[in-house]
């Protein structure tokens, strides 16, 4: 399995654009890259999911470089409800089931 | 839609008895899955079910975890007995399958179990 390095934790202001960067070095060629969201005391929830280059939705978009071997989540104008922690995770389920792991994700802290 | 159901949300028990925590995933999917979050910890993966049959349970410790899920549809995990550093949040995810890529897991809200 791909292992994810993330920073711990990150501050924000209210009304700025953060940017959360995940490393994954040893990507494989059939895995995705899969942000998740997790507020206290609720299970995680999907917030957006890419092989390469850019994809953007209503709530997030993802950074992809060509070599894959990092991804970047921003989240535009964040707002209090934005507080939370951020899971990445890089895996497939090409094999006939999923492998991915969680690792211990980003807390970011928006500051009104 | 339906989401994850779980119960119960919370658990309080002594060291060395036994509980059991219950998840109906989303009608339809065949992928589940049962996480142990501790405290300021991500989810790590117990075990996950294709169907009614196990795919992957490295990381369930045997000695004292079981699960189950009857006809594909809902699941039992079981812990006895239990030990305190078994304290956490206990997490049911489902999926589908059938893409190619990854399926977006959906989560249940969780069961808290403290071990006294």
């Known amino acids: 399995l791909a292992k994810t390095t993330q920073p711990i934790s990150m501050d924000s202001y209210e009304g700025q654009e953060v940017n959360i960067t995940c490393s994954h070095n040893n990507i494989a060629t059939n895995d995705y890259i899969t942000w998740y969201q997790q507020f206290p005391s609720q299970g995680p929830r999907f917030i957006i999911q890419g092989y390469k280059t850019k994809v953007t939705n209503e709530v997030a978009s993802l950074f992809i470089p060509a070599d894959r071997k990092s991804s970047t989540l921003s989240l535009p104008r964040v707002s209090l409800s934005d507080t939370a922690v951020y899971y990445c995770l890089v895996g497939d389920d090409s094999g006939g089931y999923q492998k991915v792991t969680f690792g211990t994700g980003t807390k970011l802290q928006v500051i009104p | 839609e339906a989401g994850v159901a779980q119960s119960p949300r919370y658990k309080i028990i002594e060291k060395r008895q036994s509980v059991a925590f219950w998840c109906n995933p989303i009608s339809g999917h065949a992928t589940l899955y049962w996480y142990q979050q501790i405290l300021g910890q991500g989810p790590k993966l117990l075990i996950q079910?294709?169907?009614?049959?196990?795919?992957?349970d490295s990381q369930l410790p045997k000695d004292r975890f079981s699960a189950e899920r009857l006809k594909g549809v809902d699941s039992t995990l079981k812990i006895q007995p239990a030990k305190l550093e078994d304290s956490a949040v206990y997490l049911c995810?489902?999926?589908?399958?059938?893409?190619?890529?990854?399926?977006?897991?959906?989560f249940g809200p969780g069961t808290r179990l403290t071990v006294l």
């Open positions: 079910f294709q169907n009614n049959g196990v795919v992957d």
């Open positions: 995810a489902s999926s589908s399958t059938g893409r190619g890529g990854y399926n977006e897991q959906f």
